[in-house]
């Protein structure tokens, strides 16, 4: 069983800048596709986004293109999500998430099957 501990979300002013990480367990992660979510208070969870089990190609949600980054390091079993120029609408709680089935499904948005507790960005105007 794949466990996810994301970590690095916090308060930040509009255009700000954050760093989260997500730290799996397991020996196979690097044949994992990994992506990020985010659940805004009274909306549904929407994708962020989402990185191969290579690192390339990654994938964005338009509202968030040009601004966040997604990228990992395999050797440190790690996803991250820069995030920069942050706005008010990009407060929620950022969940990490694995797809860790076998075969490999790919890794389309609703592919994941592991996910992590999630961390809380709040960002002010």
């Known amino acids: 069983q794949v466990q996810l501990v994301e970590s690095g979300g916090g308060l930040v002013q509009a255009g700000g800048s954050l760093r989260l990480s997500c730290a799996a367990s397991?020996?196979?992660?690097?044949?994992?596709?990994m992506a990020w979510f985010r659940q805004a208070p009274g909306k549904e969870r929407e994708f962020v986004a989402r990185?191969?089990?290579?690192?390339?190609?990654?994938d964005y949600a338009d509202s968030v293109k040009g601004r966040f980054t997604i990228s990992r390091d395999n050797a440190l079993n790690t996803v991250y999500l820069q995030m920069n120029s942050l706005k008010p609408e990009d407060t929620a709680v950022y969940y990490c998430?694995?797809?860790?089935?076998?075969?490999?499904?790919?890794?389309?948005?609703?592919?994941?099957?592991?996910w992590g507790q999630g961390t809380q960005v709040t960002v002010s105007s």
């Open positions: 998430a694995a797809n860790t089935k076998i075969p490999y499904t790919g890794w389309g948005i609703k592919e994941y099957d592991c």
């Open positions: 990185i191969s089990w290579s690192g390339s190609p990654t």
């Open positions: 397991g020996r196979t992660f690097s044949s994992y596709a």
